[in-house]
């Protein structure tokens, strides 16, 4: 909403521009002016001030109930905590019945957050504290229901950061990833495309992230964090492209931007993988690529089939530069486990070729955030190569020499053989 | 064909008025936490009951908020013939043999992974790991000495009183009377003074 606000506003300057420049006739600046859809409605002041208010009115409940809490019996505070999931849905359903889907849909999150407090002074009131990662399993739940009911991305948003907590504190207590998230997870995406909600999948796609680093980085001691996140961002990259090819307009916008995430998790393990190279960060003595869990290795081939499914389906170049980076990465991450002497310059070279082909790729799908991923991880990587603490600076300045070199040639030859755009 | 039910099953909640929806969300909400009280209440009647000596626990960990943390005679544990049999994760799930000793406070008998038959008075409590599962070389075995959990720990009184349960604890005169089901599960049914209720916890 707020960027089809911007694109007008910057049509209306161009469309005086042009019409001042005489490059479009007047009544082509009314034809298009007639043919663009209606403004969706939006937040005016007037709503604004009005949540402003109701949030105010809420936490002086939320206070006066707290002041009072231990003077009121049992049964009445039940009945209070009924009382507010009640007040916000039925709130929510008179917005909704009046036309205000905004302010509709911040009563059932308010609602969602409310059921959550409930979970929380009923396990007081009733002695239940024992299992809180039990509790927050079925906050989400609860918060899940209410979005597929209501169509409330906040409800979801909740839902998603219960479902987060729920599945770190569930990691804590074993070894192995925590799969029943991912359940949950996908049921979170299937209610953003049956919404065909791009803020919903912003959501859905800023879940993962939080799984990921929580398998990552409570695996056992001998597994590689950085070899687990680029096995995930390969995933979620590859699925996100793979989507984003798919005919079903739905998907394909879903896909698009999952693999925006996808993208940039791609740029921070090339930064991170060539910062764990520095020997101030070796503090996990890692093993060997056959170590390392095969359903991870099963998610990264996934991530590189899915790729390869998109070039299929599209047959551009960008998704085959997207798909690419992909495989760099995954190499640059098999090829150089930290126990090794020497220095990786392999795994390096592997690494600033993928954020290349991360730009390129953005560049060839007009794809910003791609190119924007991929410039930051050739900055990050660079950056990490050049502060490494491990072996000489002079071995590094001459393969970043040797690197610098090899681009300009490359650029030179593509200058030559590769038609120009015009400016 | 996924694409076509996730759009149809869209659609159709699209034409269910918003009123029904939000009420069916405040529904679901509601018939969870009543879940909860419920699950609670059926512990509570149903258990057999079995009285528990508390044991003072570590001061730091005695009060946060309003609640007293309840640590018994029964948290720390030998491990017994589970000892370097592999645990399976960190926290495992464990079933403790109870008996009454002469005065009728319950104590353990034995530790299992698993349940295990008992024959009347004695009782089968079900816990979890929180120390203890983590021993041998690649820290997956059941180690010598066990903590055991069995969601007792917390009790919530009202502000001012913790203070002086926890005096009252510390002197080894709190016992708690818990409702044991035969799958396990236990709940908090009265708090016990020098042999004497002190708090009676109501179904509801």
Known sequence: MMFDRVYRQRLEADLARWESDDVITPAAVAAIRVALPPFAPGINIAVVVAIVGGLLIAAAFLAFVAAHWTEITRLPRLAM????????HG???????????????????????????????????????????????????GALATATLTGSR???????????????????????????????????????????????????????LPWWMASAFQAPLDFRPSFILANGAALLFGGGIALAASPWPRAARAGSVLSTYGAFSLAGVAILEATLANEVFRTRAAAGLANQPLWTISCGVAGVILAFAAIATTRRAGTAFAAGAIGLVLAAVALWTPPQSGEPWVSYAALLCAMLCLVVSGMLDAARPRIVAGWLGIAGVIAAITW??????????????????????????LNRFVPRSRE | MMAM???????RLARIPKIVLFGAAALVQLALLTLMIIDRAQILRDGAEVTLQTRPVDPRDFLRGDYVVLGYDITQLP?????????????????????????????????????????SPEVLIRGRLAYGASCGPKRDTFCEKLTVRYNLESYFV??????????????GKLSVVAAVLPSGRAAIKRLLIDGKPVYEEPWF
Request: hydrophobic share 60%.
């Open chain 2, 158 to 171: 009202p502000e001012g009183e913790g203070r002086k349960l926890e005096d009252v604890r510390n002197q």
């Open chain 1, 91 to 141: 709130l929510g359903a008179w917005f909704a019945r009046a036309g205000h889907p905004v302010l509709a849909d911040l009563c059932a999150a308010v609602g969602a957050i409310v059921f959550g407090a409930a979970i929380a002074l009923v396990g007081q009131m009733y002695h239940l504290g024992g299992d809180f990662a039990g509790g927050m399993l079925l906050w989400a739940v």
């Open chain 1, 388 to 413: 490494a603490v491990k072996g000489s600076l002079l071995n590094r300045s001459i393969f970043l020499a040797a690197a610098g070199g090899f681009a300009v040639v490359l650029a030179l030859v």
């Open chain 1, 154 to 208: 906040g409800a979801l948003a909740v839902a998603l950061a219960a479902a987060s907590i729920w599945s770190w504190m569930r990691v804590l207590e074993t070894d192995v990833p925590h799969f029943a998230f991912v359940a949950l997870w996908l049921l979170a995406g299937a209610l953003a495309l049956a919404w065909n909600s791009r803020v919903a999948a912003h959501l859905v796609a800023v879940a993962a």
């Open chain 2, 79 to 119: 491990a017994g013939s589970l000892q370097n049999e592999p645990s399976g994760e960190r926290n495992p799930p464990v079933y403790v043999k109870l008996a009454p000793n002469r005065d009728g406070v319950y104590e353990a008998l034995s530790v299992h992974a698993g349940p295990v038959a008992v024959a």
């Open chain 2, 5 to 11: 039910s996730v759009a149809s099953l869209a659609e």
């Open chain 1, 81 to 88: 905590l009924f009382a507010g999931i009640l007040s916000a």
